[in-house]
Structures are given as C-alpha cells and as structure tokens.
Nanobody, 117 residues
Framework: QVQLVESGGGLVQAGGSLRLSCAASGRTFNIYEMGWFRQAPGKGREFVASITWSAGSPTYADSVKGRFAISRDSAKNTMYLQMNSLKPEDTAVYYC??????????WGQGTQVTVSS
C-alpha cells in the first residue's frame, strides 16, 4: 500500500505564495509519475501539474503555467508544488496522486488552499 500526505495549504491573499508538499510512504519503489489535481466548490476535479519521477519532466495546466512549479525529491519520496501569484480562482482542495507501473492511482486526502481577493 501507498500513503500520500499533503501539507502546506492555507489562507493567503491574492498575489501571495504557498508551497504544497506531498510525502509518499509505503510501497513507493516503482513510481512512474506524481502530480496534483484540485477541486473547487461545485466543480469537478481539475488537473494542475505532474512530474515524471525518474526524469523529473513537468507538465502543467494552462491555467497555472508560469505561476506554479512542480518538483520532487526522490530521496525523500516527496513532491512539491510552489504556487506563486495566487488568484482567487486557485481556491480549491488540492489532491496529490501517485502512479506506479502496473498499478492503479493512489490519492492523498487533500489540502485546502484559499485565496482571498
């Protein structure tokens, strides 16, 4: 089993920054990719960013390009999402996920990000 624990969410004013972390534990030796989705109230879950574990290649949603940066520390099995120039529309619960070769996707419990105008 894999456990994912997010941290770093909170309340910030528009234009501010937050850094989210996602720590993976358990059977984490076969990671292909990790990433983030978010879900705003009354909306579906939306892709935010992902990173391949071995190469560290990032992918971003258009809505966050140039503002968010995803990274990972393989030694710590931890992924990060640096969020800058935050907007009220970034308000959501942010969920991290982990994809391993040959298994289904694992999800974290989510962390709330609230951006006030």
């Amino acid at each position: 089993q894999v456990q994912l624990v997010e941290s770093g969410g909170g309340l910030v004013q528009a234009g501010g920054s937050l850094r989210l972390s996602c720590a993976a534990s358990g059977r984490t030796f076969n990671i292909y990719e990790m990433g983030w989705f978010r879900q705003a109230p009354g909306k579906g879950r939306e892709f935010v960013a992902s990173i391949t574990w071995s190469a560290g290649s990032p992918t971003y949603a258009d809505s966050v390009k140039g503002r968010f940066a995803i990274s990972r520390d393989s030694a710590k099995n931890t992924m990060y999402l640096q969020m800058n120039s935050l907007k009220p529309e970034d308000t959501a619960v942010y969920y991290c996920y982990e994809d391993q070769y040959g298994t289904s996707r694992y999800w974290g419990q989510g962390t709330q990000v609230t951006v006030s105008s």
